[in-house]
């Protein structure tokens, strides 16, 4: 069993950036591929970015690729999420999951967190 705990939400402008951190909880986070999704109301809920178990390979929803930079460390059991040039419609609960194959994919996560609320404003 994995816990997730994520922090880092809150209100930025236009422009601004922020971090999110999921910290979690067991001692096999390192085998496990990790991701950062989203989900806007009104709307499904979305992958934004993954990372797999080493960190060494990454993917990222078209529209943040560029802005928004996923990492991990492996020694603090911990996963980020770094939001650069933010706009309004990233404006979202932002979840972090973990899968539990070290392997990288959009689909097929086993553990979520709880979310954090970030808002944009214009």
């Known amino acids: 069993q994995v816990q997730l705990v994520e922090s880092g939400g809150g209100l930025v402008q236009a422009g601004g950036s922020l971090r999110l951190s999921c910290a979690a909880s067991g001692r096999t986070f390192s085998s496990y591929a990790m991701g950062w999704f989203r989900q806007a109301p009104g709307k499904e809920r979305e992958f934004v970015a993954g990372i797999n178990w080493s960190g060494d390979n990454t993917d990222y929803l078209d529209s943040v690729k560029g802005r928004f930079t996923i990492s991990r460390d492996n020694a603090e059991n911990t996963v980020y999420l770094q939001m650069n040039s933010l706009k309004p419609e990233d404006t979202a609960v932002y979840y972090c999951?973990?899968?539990?194959?070290?392997?990288?994919?959009?689909?097929?996560?086993?553990?979520w967190g709880q979310g954090t609320q970030v808002t944009v404003s214009s």
């Open positions: 999951a973990a899968r539990n194959i070290g392997t990288l994919n959009r689909y097929r996560y086993t553990y």
